[in-house]
């Protein structure tokens, strides 16, 4: 098949084009800059202008588009617009696009993400859940939203909700480490707060299995089956990464610690205990179904990633 990706250079991206591309398909990156002279195999697009590559998106198979301001960053009130502005104008944008096509394409699948759901404490919640009232609820609503130009033309739209995307590689943890290595590996606030989280392979696979699996439709959360709480997770890094101790990190701690490193502590604080009920009745087996599993794997290549450069 023909794949138009955006975002192919971002987390998931960068890991899911040379899996596309090893299973046979023609992967092509939607990119934000013009492209080269002579420079094949891309399209171009700026969301911000409304502009994009029509004639270069007629023939297409399927579109994944995954770009978007990363939401890791004190939310300013300009931040916190950029988040906005990027996530439902581009995806409006390339969903209009798509529609608009001779033929349009037989699948879209969109990110989103479990921030849909708001602030839950210890409810568990799943696709069929009611959204919530914050921000991220806000945005996410109208970021699914943005995919119905598609849906109305009758392409299958797939409303990808990511939760915390887990790798050494970058992302959330790559935020976390320096707070390890520094002995802040205790609770934070509460401790109480879950965290639903996905390992890299794991959502990578599961993007695919979205493409060969027609009847997922609409929402379907990107999460492990078995979200933790914060105390339950730091417990068992620091156990399998063989820390000594974890200080915690108070709320007000927290606040304060913001200020300096730009960090939201939405992102933290907040609890969502998202499971993936569409996944899971569609079949999908998870490579690494609990937190246990993915904090064994994670340490293993936190130390082998610290020899490598100690070398």
Known sequence: MKIVVSGSTGLVGSALTPMLASLGHDVVPLVRRRPAAGEGGVLAWDPERGMIDCDGLEGIDVAIHLAGENVFG??????????????????????????????????LLAASAIGYYGDRGDEAVSEWSAPGEDFLAYVSRDWEGATTPAARAGIRVVNMRFGVVLTTAGGALAKMLPAFRLGLGGRV?????????????????????????????????????????????????????RMPFGLPAAAWMLEVGAFFLRTETELILKSRRVVPGRLLQSGFAFQFPTWAEAADDLCRRWRELRRSRAK
């Not at 939310?75 to 581009?90: F, M, N, Y």
């Open 189 to 241: 606030g509460n401790g109480n707060q879950y965290l639903s989280w996905i390992m890299l392979d794991d959502a990578v696979n599961a993007i695919v299995h979205g493409l060969a699996t027609p009847r997922l439709v609409g929402p379907v959360n990107l999460t492990a089956p078995n979200p933790v709480t914060n105390r339950e997770m730091m417990a068992t890094v620091r156990e399998l990464c």
């Open 74 to 107: 004190r939310w300013s009130t300009a931040k916190k617009q950029r988040i906005r502005e990027s996530r439902v104008q581009g995806t409006r944008l390339l969903s209009d696009a798509l529609a608009g096509l001779t033929r349009p394409p037989k699948t």
